[in-house]
């Protein structure tokens, strides 16, 4: 109680019920997962249930103005969800049902503190699939996925959380309460504002439920695995299928680094002679055929395959891609990247990282998503030592830039957060930027949703 | 010379190459396609061949106040292009280069210009695939497809326009100009102004350039027509399709009133009996086994099905769905009209419809996209009478509701134009509304682009 009365009025009169002030069980709210951002202090956790509850929570911090983090699972990794000095931290894991599955229409209404593969698994009782599967889909929740547009390993073929979005519910700033979108399959009444709230990263609302897009449950993958003596070979093989017309529903690369890292974790023996592994799945009618050419393009390229159609052999097989950044933690502190480039570019991408490994001194690891060039690159460090910690940010910086470099991206699927306001100024153009701060003053004028992520405070 | 002479300052200090003041030459490009929708008088028509000229003549508008309507090819149904008393239309039809086409990165950069079917059949000859195909695919141009969001026959399988926009060049209000997205599969860096300016018809910028995803060609596709005794059948049969996990690449319907007309017109010997036909294509290798199937639901549900995977016969089968508008015009004037709702909903839609037709006196044809229960009533009416206008408005709005009642949308494929503004009100919150007026305010201050269209002058 005596926390409680130290807070603001406008906090105070919140009921009980909502507000955590107590601060060890707030210290578990002051950050996501990312490395190198800033979390700040706030006054408190506000815990709703509701929408009209996170309205209550919204009037509140507006009119005292008080800043706002909102925080789904804090499985981000650029700092999203970092909390701010004298702010409140929203965290929406009590809102957490599946509201809706409709069937006839292959659609889900669900609230955002849903955990993914929760939602997944929900759908799959009726026939349906809901695609996006970031690397968190464990543990990570939809509206956080929503909030930074999150992707995963079905992208190549299925796309990311955004594609999957049909409407929105959200809070605005000033506690007001809008539905964005809609819950047919087409429409184009007005202003996407559902795709402008999509990866707006809590900075232009509150989203508060979700309605989103199924599809009929796919067949059972096909896998493959194929080990490359050279990095090339393996670039090679990936153009090879782009070329032939082949969009496999998975499509990773992990590069020597990694693939040490994890056979000295596993004692798989898949680290020898592997300059980098692509795994490989197809999950459509045609799978088998699919799967043959793709070995024959691999095989071309110098690579020893291995299929598999049996699920469990298949899962054995993907194990090596599970455990990339396990295996890689455990070398030592981690800066993980999220960069995407062309397609055609990943191999020089991967060369370029590790000329930065070389320069830096640094192991750098990199796996990802080879179908839609999206790598984790990731820098081990000894946090503990400041020379090291200086040579992990020259890294990231300088894989940033040459993904950049490439005609690619400063993220590919976890967002710009507090990780890299500054990398988006250098991504996008001046008169680009001046339109996002034009539009985040129409939408939050006061500024007090998540200040501080994605837009620095001057244009 | 005298014309000119007449115009703004603003304007006649723009080359006289840019600018056409021909009053006869003006007349053809007043307004769109739609019925029922505003066209005012415009001072000069203005046909920049460069996105610098693009910024030329935003600029001379923008500093002397003078409204534009842009226009692509003029092939709009929601009035989306007509031009504003007083003002300039800026038409983009110079623009009309594919600038590059990416194979290995699966992806082309064209200007608004464009006509869709020269891009499809640009990437078609290095092996590729752009999916979107409105109703007006031939003469229809990429910029007026990005700005209403268009769709078409593909979208059941495919997705709308938006789903392949990458990224956009584009010309502001006051003549800067922004770059928006990107090239990459993925990405999320920043908010997504390209999803913003999809469907915003010319009210927020000006598209000048336009980066689109492509797939590879898909297998040649095979084709059913069902013929059936009556619309629930044919709708109970669309279910089945939906709740057996299908998802052909085509799932078109048409009710008893376009197949007579269609009969009537080409003599096919379709129009008797049949209450309601389905149109459906598949195009992947799964092709015969995935049309046994939809052809086992129709029969089941007391179809006459006839299948073919020859590309002559397929053709003929859709002689069909592509005479459906022609043969409704012939009956009279005619007002289109573009809802979409729940697949599930799509029966009774469509005997509300019938309904509306006896109550008003008119015939009205649907026919449309019944795999995404995007449909398109077309009320055929005696322009020259008013009372037939009267009552082909009142059938107009009493679908549009009956829409809105079935969990649907106002907009499908269209837009909304100036036909559809008061109607967009009624879709949206009152609170979506006023972000509506605050976004336009952010990117369009002074308001002169393409006033009257989507935003009514107050929220």
């Known amino acids: 109680m ?30 996501d997962e990312s490395r190198f ?23 509140a911090c507006h009119e005292a103005g008080i800043p706002m983090s909102t925080r789904g699972a804090g499985s981000g990794l650029s700092g999203g969800a970092n909390a701010v000095d004298g702010g409140v931290v929203l965290t929406l894991h009590r809102m957490n049902t599946v509201v809706e599955i409709d069937r006839a229409n292959r659609l889900a209404v ?46 190549v073929k299925y796309g990311v959380t955004g594609d999957f979005v049909l409407g929105l519910e959200c809070v605005l700033a000033d506690g007001r309460i809008m539905r964005t979108g809609r819950r047919t399959r087409k429409g184009t009444a007005g202003y996407d504002l559902t795709g402008l709230l999509v990866g707006s990263e809590g900075t232009l609302a509150v989203i508060t ?32 299928i782009v070329d032939a017309g082949i969009t496999p529903s998975m499509l990773e690369i992990l590069d020597r680094t990694t693939v040490q890292a994890v056979d000295s974790m596993t004692r798989m023996g898949i680290g020898d002679d592997t300059a980098a592994l692509l795994l490989v ?50 070398l030592g502190d981690w800066l993980l990247d999220d960069v995407c480039v062309p397609c055609s570019r990943i191999t020089e991408l991967i060369a370029a990282i590790e000329g930065i490994a070389q320069r830096t001194g640094l192991t750098i690891g990199v796996f990802g998503h080879a179908g839609d060039g999206n790598l984790h690159p990731t820098v081990i460090y000894d946090k503990t030592d400041p020379a090291s910690r200086d040579a992990a940010l020259e890294a990231f910086d300088a894989i940033t830039q040459k993904a950049l470099d490439l005609g690619g991206t400063i993220t590919g699927e ?46």
């Open 209 to 240: 439920e979700v309605t989103v897009r199924l599809l009929p449950a796919p067949g059972q993958p096909h896998t493959l695995v194929a080990s490359f003596p050279t990095l090339d070979g393996a670039g090679q093989a990936v153009a090879a």
């Open 281 to 330: 799945q197809h999950d459509g009618v045609d799978a088998p055929d699919v799967l043959a050419e793709v070995e024959q393009h691999c095989a071309g390229h110098g690579a020893d395959v291995v299929v598999s159609s049996d699920p469990t052999e298949a899962d054995m097989l993907l194990e090596a891609r599970r455990q990339a950044l396990p295996a890689l933690e455990r």
């Open 2 to 31: 005596s926390a409680l009365s130290s807070l603001p009025p406008a906090l105070a009169s919140l009921s009980t019920d909502l507000t955590i002030t107590d601060s060890d069980i707030i210290a578990g709210y002051l950050r």
């Open 110 to 155: 669900v609230q955002p503190g849903v955990i993914t593969c929760d939602l997944r698994a929900a759908v799959a009782e009726h026939g349906l699939y809901y695609p996006p599967d970031p690397g968190s889909v464990d543990f990570c929740s939809i509206g956080g996925n929503v909030s930074t547009n999150a992707g995963g390993m079905c992208c």
């Open 37 to 59: 951002t800033e979390a700040g202090t706030p006054l408190a956790v506000l815990a709703p249930r509701t929408t009209d509850e996170v309205a209550t929570c919204l009037r």
């Open 414 to 459: 976890h967002g710009v957060g507090r990780l890299k306001t500054e990398w988006l100024r250098r991504e996008q153009d001046p008169v680009n930027m001046q339109i996002h701060h034009l539009v985040k003053q129409a939408l939050d004028p006061t500024g007090i949703l998540n200040p501080g992520a994605v837009l620095l405070a001057q244009a």
